[in-house]
């Protein structure tokens, strides 16, 4: 079974504190992908970043890092000088590949919530 | 870019209403999902459709039924509405070729 968990419930920072968000996943699927989605007040989800599970290379993008670890099937996602606009609920998310009769549906994470404080 | 749409935005029904909302997926893209999210919760899958087909299946009450039609656009039906249907529902839509979801706006369903 596929199974995602973010320990971190609520992480509340000062702007411009570095903070890290951890995500922890089980799959028995040889090949998966993990992804990152931002959920603002607003309600929409907004895709962060995909990771296949063959490429463990971290990523950079602006003040966003990931750091993906296979042995210890964790995907951590940093925000570097937070701002106040980081504030959302984070949520890490898990899928298999759409081969062999997987669909390809995302399992969630329970969420992080970030707060930014000015 | 087209993103997908979904309709309504919002929603007020009363219990043992029914309801139906929509989803328009990215041109080109063959499968439908669609999740629920309560509040406080994160979303959980309900229901996917690959090429008009219903191809997997969460744990959506029996009261609801979803079906994607010949243009691809996808509905979920929900009948006999109880106050723990209140939640915001997502659709996404994937290429075959790819294994991105793109996400619409969601449908916030409030139930009194």
């Known amino acids: 079974a596929q199974k995602v968990t973010q320990a971190q419930t609520e992480i509340s920072v000062v702007e411009k504190e570095d903070v890290t968000l951890d995500c922890v996943y089980e799959?028995?699927?040889?090949?998966?992908?993990l992804f990152w989605y931002k959920q603002p007040p607003s309600g929409e989800l907004v895709f962060l970043i995909r990771?296949?599970?063959?490429?463990?290379q971290n990523e950079i993008s602006g003040r966003y890092s990931w750091n993906f670890q296979k042995s210890t099937s964790s995907f951590n996602f940093t925000i570097t000088a937070s701002q106040v606009v980081d504030s959302a609920v984070y949520f890490c998310?898990?899928?298999?590949?759409?081969?062999?009769?997987?669909?390809?549906?995302?399992?969630f994470g329970q969420g992080t919530t970030l707060q930014v404080k000015p | 870019a087209a993103g997908v749409i979904q309709s309504p935005r919002h929603l007020i029904k009363e219990k043992r209403e029914t309801a139906t909302l929509k989803c328009y997926p990215i041109?080109?893209?063959?499968?439908v999902y669609w999740y629920q999210q309560g509040p406080g919760q994160d979303p959980q899958f309900l229901i996917s459709?690959?090429?008009?087909?219903?191809?997997d299946k969460g744990s959506i009450p029996d009261r609801f039924s979803a079906q994607q039609f010949s243009d691809y656009h996808s509905e979920l039906n929900m009948s006999s509405l109880e106050l723990g249907d209140s939640a915001l529902y997502f659709c996404?839509?994937?290429?075959?070729?790819?294994?991105?979801?793109?996400f619409g706006p969601g449908t916030r369903l409030t139930v009194t």
């Open positions: 996404a839509s994937s290429p075959l070729t790819g294994d991105e979801q793109y």
């Open positions: 799959t028995r699927d040889t090949t998966y992908y």
């Open positions: 990771r296949n599970s063959f490429d463990e």
């Open positions: 998310a898990l899928s298999a590949l759409r081969v062999a009769g997987n669909t390809g549906k995302l399992i």
């Open positions: 041109p080109r893209h063959d499968t």
């Open positions: 459709f690959y090429e008009k087909m219903q191809s």
